[in-house]
């Protein structure tokens, strides 16, 4: 659970399989690959510089809401719901207050 006064996203259940045949726009640095029929509002593959992050695509703000993030000039995240950016390894880029990016593991 979250602390009061925290928007937390919750947890969400995910199941991706990886592979360049099915999942070819992560084989290199920097590409990204939306899935939005997994975790809370959607998830994000990103390769950033070989690693492969799953970051769920849910506001901070007002979660219930699954108000989704999107990823711009595959520089950042861009939260249009409170104006926040993160960076694609879902660091705060801007408006720190928020949390990190949600990162999804198996």
Not at 43 to 54: D, P
Not at 59 to 64: A, F, L, M, V
């Amino acid at each position: 659970g979250g602390k009061e006064g925290c928007n937390i996203i919750p947890d969400a259940k995910v199941n991706i399989s990886i592979s360049q045949g099915s999942t070819l726009n992560v084989s290199a640095h920097g590409n990204y690959d939306y899935f939005f029929d997994q975790g809370y509002a959607g998830v994000v593959l990103i390769n950033n510089n070989g690693r492969v992050y799953a970051f769920d695509l849910g506001s901070t703000i007002n979660p219930t809401n699954r108000n989704p993030v999107t990823v711009v000039d595959n520089a950042y995240f861009f939260d249009r719901e409170s104006g926040a950016k993160w960076l694609l390894d879902g660091s705060p880029a801007r408006h720190c207050i928020y949390q990190t990016k949600k990162e999804h593991w198996s």
